[in-house]
């Protein structure tokens, strides 16, 4: 990934209001998986005037507009991440929500062996693990 959600938004054509780059600032910022509300704390902590209605709105204009993906856990929250960013999967951990972002080349190959064993060419996957701890951390 070469360009920042920022600029990305602005190759795409996309008007740029001052809450909107606040809102792409803190996408670009996350090392997590914000949900809408959490989004609407970070941004809203930089700029108080942003509602949670624009947040709601900017985040639905970045998804539709391929900028944002939107990952769901199982915990009925919609959470988003950057479509362009690497590829990796998740490891959910039930006990605390915390995500995990891992890559491990033998998943991946397997993966690839599958499809093809089906007769397919893999083009893309996501794949999510939920688990607990085996040991109190």
Not at 9 to 22: H, I, N, S, Y
Not at 84 to 109: K, M, Q, S, W
Not at 111 to 131: D, F, N, P, S, V
């Amino acid at each position: 990934m070469t360009e920042t959600i920022t600029e990305r938004c602005a190759a795409k054509g996309l008007r740029m209001t001052e809450q909107r780059r606040t809102i792409a600032e803190v996408l670009e910022s996350a090392s997590d998986h914000p949900d809408v509300e959490e989004l609407h704390a970070r941004a809203a902590a930089r700029d108080s005037r942003i509602s949670i209605a624009t947040v709601y709105r900017t985040v639905k204009l970045l998804e539709e507009s391929g900028i944002l993906e939107k990952v769901d856990f199982g915990d009925g929250r919609a959470r988003y991440e950057d479509a362009e960013r690497e590829h990796h999967d998740h490891l959910i951990d039930l006990a605390t929500g915390e995500v995990i972002e891992f890559v491990d080349p033998d998943i991946e190959a397997l993966q690839e062996r599958i499809a093809q064993k089906l007769g397919y060419r893999l083009t893309g996957h996501r794949m999510e693990l939920y688990g607990v701890p085996l040991k109190k951390r």
